[in-house]
């Protein structure tokens, strides 16, 4: 079945440093892959995303990347600050489906 | 406008009391996701309502667990006799329609002594 695997678990950065997530997905018809950041105690917010037929995406200091011969896309964070501190969660949706395939999340930190 | 709103945001329960957990979604919005979230992990997909269609009921985890969704507006999660591992954070979320951007309400975090 489909299945998303996000790494790493956990991601301590300094800040002004750059940070980097990975998901890979399962399902090669899967053509939407969102990013969501979760703040404690709040719900899942979108923050980007990209649709298969783009490679990449920018805004501000986030970018998406989509690598879709290798099923893998990737979240990029430059300059971080203390407040992109939290739980990151990339996902999936399977064309011409409604399921999201969620990832199990990234916990970052930025240090100051 | 208004985003997904979520009540109530939090809801202590005894083992074996049913609760009712309420979405109200984005106006406008014909899809309706239900998901948990318990501590520290990711999202299980519970059920998902579109429109008029008969709802995609396959992620609720035992007979216990029941959700409907009035007028294709609100909706409504209920847990009957509720038990200790169903403690945690019940989110909500909503699209304009299949393969379209997905927003969450703030969750009601259900805690079951």
């Known amino acids: 079945g489909e299945n998303v695997e996000q790494h790493p678990s956990t991601l301590s950065v300094q800040e002004g440093d750059s940070a980097v997530i990975k998901c890979t997905y399962s399902?090669?018809?899967?053509?939407?892959f969102p990013w969501y950041k979760q703040e404690l105690g709040k719900g899942p917010q979108l923050i980007i995303d990209?649709?298969?037929?783009?490679g990449e995406k920018k805004d501000q200091r986030i970018a998406v990347t989509l690598n879709k011969t290798a099923k893998h896309f990737s979240l990029h964070i430059t300059e971080t600050q203390p407040e992109d501190s939290a739980v990151y969660f990339c996902a999936a949706l399977y064309s011409g489906t409604y399921k999201y395939i969620f990832g199990t999340g990234t916990r970052l930190k930025v240090l100051a | 406008g208004a985003g997904v709103s979520q009540s109530p945001s939090n809801k202590v329960t005894e083992k074996g009391k049913d609760v009712e957990l309420r979405c109200d979604p984005i106006s406008g919005h014909t899809a309706l996701y239900w998901y948990r979230q318990s501590l520290g992990q990711g999202l299980e997909f519970l059920i998902y309502f579109q429109g008029n269609s008969a709802p995609d009921k396959s992620g609720l985890p035992s007979d216990r667990f029941s959700a409907e969704r009035t007028g294709g507006s609100v909706s409504t999660l209920t847990i009957q006799r509720t038990q200790q591992e169903d403690s945690a954070v019940y989110l909500c979320a909503s699209s304009k329609g299949s393969n379209e951007k997905l927003f969450f309400g703030s969750g009601t975090q259900l805690s079951v002594l």
């Open positions: 990209i649709r298969s037929n783009v």
């Open positions: 399902d090669s018809a899967s053509n939407y």
